[in-house]
């Protein structure tokens, strides 16, 4: 091999392993994210036939919409989601009305107050990145991924309601908690981990994003007149900056969304003699809830913990709203927040940029881990075989 070509060889070499090696976890890390994901996709725990992927469906951004719902009604109403309505022993596991019916908000029953109180109605929320999202659940109650999963199995999968472990539902054991925990872990936007905005932002404008509305948007985010960054900052803007004296990282706060007109008719009473009645407020209506992600925002409505607003545009109108104002949440702030519409559609315009995957479908593609040792080992055999030519010529 002349000395120039083995240069390129080496180049070669060094540039394909610095594509493949980064994107290879661990052959061992890997396996446990596959198993993970096995897991939550098939595993029932010897419980009533739901699995983690009931509610969390990978098409729905790991969460579970109205339309999904109703789609999966129309086509099997006996999906284990409804299991509420095809075995009576398990009649008071989810409100039906609520889920399906109704104002179809795609609602979920969680006993966060505990199994003898009364229960609250919550969405199922998407799972993009959780690794920067702790603590877990709507309010923020359980500390890390793996109690949560335990918790989830005894709330959504037993047989009966008595809830005993190990006659109606199988407890997670501590290596498949570890996998579903690493699989979890890996569901990120965008998809390679990296949300850097900037990167999304260029990303977008290139798509045919409008540049003006989105810098001004992200200007009004991060600036003292729309306040959004001082609860949505960090990496993907679900933690408080400081600035509100609450303290940092991912807090929650009591916004009011309890009090949106949407949520004063729960859509589910008023038939003959039955009066309007509200969605069951949540501890009397002062619950704190925890504050989202808006990376990869724009992908996962309807918004807020109890699906009340159907538009990004309502979402962020909620913040000039009189609910907001009288929120204890607002009155943290130093000033109002006073957007006018052109302002909320600029916040919007931003909030959708970073809505926009810029690893998918653009540069060298994602390989999985098989992919990715098969390549290396390829190269090495061809760069060794090369090498034994190389010296065979020489001899002679
Ligand atoms: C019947 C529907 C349903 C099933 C089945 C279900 N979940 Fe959930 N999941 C929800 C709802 C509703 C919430 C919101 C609960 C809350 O606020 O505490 C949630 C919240 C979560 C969260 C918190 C997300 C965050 O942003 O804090 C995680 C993690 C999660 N689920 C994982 C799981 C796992 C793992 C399983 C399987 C063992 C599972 N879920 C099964 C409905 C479901
Ligand atoms: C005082 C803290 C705080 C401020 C300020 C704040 N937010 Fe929020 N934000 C929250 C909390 C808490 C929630 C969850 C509320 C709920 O579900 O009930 C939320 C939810 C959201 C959601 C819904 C996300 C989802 O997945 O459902 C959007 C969108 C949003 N905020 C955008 C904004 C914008 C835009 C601003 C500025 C105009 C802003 N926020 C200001 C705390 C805050």
Redesign the pocket.
Known sequence: MSAKRSRLWRGGLVFVLAWVLPQAPSASFAQLIAQGEQLFNNETFGGNGRTCATCHVAAQSFGLTPAGIATLFASSPTDPLFIAETDPVLATLENSCLMRMGNTRGLILENIDGFSLPPNFRNS??LFNLASTAPYG?SGEFADLKLFSTGAVMQHFTKTMARNAGADFTLPTAGELNALEAFMNSITFPADGNPDLNRMIAFAIAQGGDATAIAAGQA??FGPQ???S???SGPVLAD?DGS?GTGTGN?????G??NLPANLDDGCSGGPGDPTLPLPAEDAGTR???????VG?NL?A?????NS?SS?LL??N???SAEFAASP??A??PAP?V?NFAQQNQ?VAF?EAISVDPSVGLGLPALSTEAALLLVALLLLSATLLGVVQRRRTRH
């Open positions: 929320p998407h709507l009004l985010f729309a306040q959004c001082t609860c949505h408080a509100l807090l929650a706060f009591d916004t969304v309890v704190r809830f925890s504050t989202p992600a808006l925002v996962t309807p918004f807020f913990h109890d607003v990004l979402a962020v909620f913040y000039d949440a607002a943290l702030l927040i957007i916040i909030l």
